[in-house]
């Protein structure tokens, strides 16, 4: 089952979350750890790294987006109160809004930055700068908003992990179970 149905999530959905989330959060902690390391050179490798797996996670977000686009996402479980139908829609997006966001914003900063270094993913191709102009004032501003926004889009996370359990442990319902392995929802089906 690769696709969406109107009960479960879908393969294809499923390992683009969990990669996704894995990156995001693997990404956060090596941008904490590589502005604090003492080596210089060290210090670049992560940077370079963290570019890398940034350009990968940019790509993935958009494709995730487009596979949301066209599989409509499970019925939340009957379980589930109207204002929370109301604020989930909304939290999802604003994930997807950091998820894009964050990297983005972070190849605006290595576009505008004085020292001009090129970025390499993976050392497979020269990824392009965006067509925007080099300044100190830019770095600076952008340096602060990929950073803060990264921070939101953690938040963000950790709101939606605590959530995930809310569901799992505190009300019962399956909607943790079915974005770990639509197989382990053994609840009676409707006509899907």
Request: charged residues 15%.
């Amino acid at each position: 089952m690769l696709r969406n149905t109107k009960t479960r999530y879908g393969w294809t959905a499923i390992v683009l979350h969990w990669l996704i989330a894995a990156l995001f959060i693997g990404q956060f902690a090596l941008g904490l750890v590589m502005i604090r390391v003492a080596s210089q050179r060290t210090s670049f490798e992560l940077i370079q790294l963290h570019k890398s797996f940034g350009f990968l996670l940019l790509g993935l977000v958009l494709v995730r987006i487009g596979w949301r686009l066209g599989n409509k996402s499970p019925e939340l479980p009957d379980e589930v109160g109207p204002m929370e139908r109301r604020v989930a829609p909304s939290v999802h997006l604003a994930l997807y809004v950091t998820q894009l966001a964050v990297p983005l914003s972070g190849w605006v900063l290595v576009s505008v930055s004085v020292l001009e270094i090129p970025s390499m993913p993976f050392n497979l191709f020269l990824m392009p700068h965006l067509p925007i102009g080099v300044s100190e004032q830019a770095e600076n501003f952008w340096i602060f908003g990929h950073r803060w926004l990264a921070y939101a889009g953690i938040a963000l996370v950790v709101l939606h992990i605590l959530a995930a359990f809310r569901h799992h442990f505190w009300l019962r319902d399956v909607v943790l179970v079915r974005m770990i392995a639509p197989f382990l929802d053994r609840r009676p089906r409707r006509q899907e």
